[in-house]
């Protein structure tokens, strides 16, 4: 999508630090707000915003709070576009297990590649596995 098209966009890079995302994900929800997005598409979007970057501190860069999270963002009436990139070794999203096997039930991994997969119109992530894109758009 054209750059010009989008009506918001935040990029930055901040160290892993929950506290951080937390404000990025409050901005993020200001400015959907702001565009009337639907209180379900929020409530995807909020929750597929904190799964992807409490994997990418968490998981990917062990809460080290000398890695950085690489966070990108844009937004326009339909579409949500976002990029979070850390600075771990990265993982294979097709080798987690399914939380929803009756054998992966108990653990307690894999949980947040599922929601955000179920609340996205589309998450790829890049083959070292330390970068997630994803899109929602707005219904319609």
Not at 81 to 89: K, S
């Amino acid at each position: 999508m054209n750059a010009q098209t989008w009506k918001w966009s935040n990029t930055c890079s901040f160290a892993s630090d929950m506290a951080t995302a937390h404000k990025l994900i409050d901005q993020v929800m200001d400015q959907l707000e702001a565009t009337e997005w639907s209180s379900k598409e929020k409530f995807a979007i909020n929750m597929a915003l904190e799964e992807a970057l409490v994997n990418a501190i968490q998981h990917g860069n062990d809460s080290d709070p000398n890695k950085q999270v690489h966070f990108a963002c844009n937004l326009n009436d339909n579409l949500i576009a976002v990029r979070i990139e850390d600075e771990g070794p990265g993982f294979d999203p097709d080798e987690v297990p399914d939380p929803t096997d009756e054998e992966h039930i108990m653990i307690a991994h894999g949980r947040g590649v599922l929601l955000i997969k179920n609340f996205v119109t589309r998450a790829e992530w890049n083959e070292k596995g330390n970068i997630i894109e994803f899109e929602k758009e707005r219904a319609v």
